[in-house]
């Protein structure tokens, strides 16, 4: 049995990572009504080259819908609707093919890049390119006997 916690007690112990608890809100809560449908993998596919792979057995191409906004990937299964499974009579079903929609919240500066289906396996490559102004710089220490001016 799963509960959800409280996190809020710690949102006024903390000064800028209040994205951190609302993204841990967000995994409980989605954890807790997620169904595992359908199951996938994330790698690591290099130095800031990600990727996910999802089992997705049954579906085209046309069928699923990748899409990207902001920090959210979604990923939409739709079965077509052809009337062939109403005139077959399973003796056991495990192939599930039922319409799906999963989510996952990326990280900053991260961008799909592309998405193929091979062998009913979907697979979305992820890239992370942090702009310039974003990325770490050495900051020279000089041997001066002067205090820097400040200026505004």
Known sequence: MRTNFDYSP????TVGFDRVFSLLDAVSSQ???ANGYPPYNI???GENAYRIVMAVAGFSEAELNVTQKE???QVTGQAAANGEDEK???LYRGIAGRNFDRRFQLADHVKVVGAKLINGLLTIELQREVPEEKKARAIPVVNGGEQPALTH
């Open 10 to 13: 710690f949102h006024r112990a």
């Open 31 to 33: 954890a807790s009504s």
């Open 43 to 45: 790698e690591k596919a």
């Open 71 to 73: 920090n959210e990937l």
């Open 88 to 90: 077959k009579q399973y």
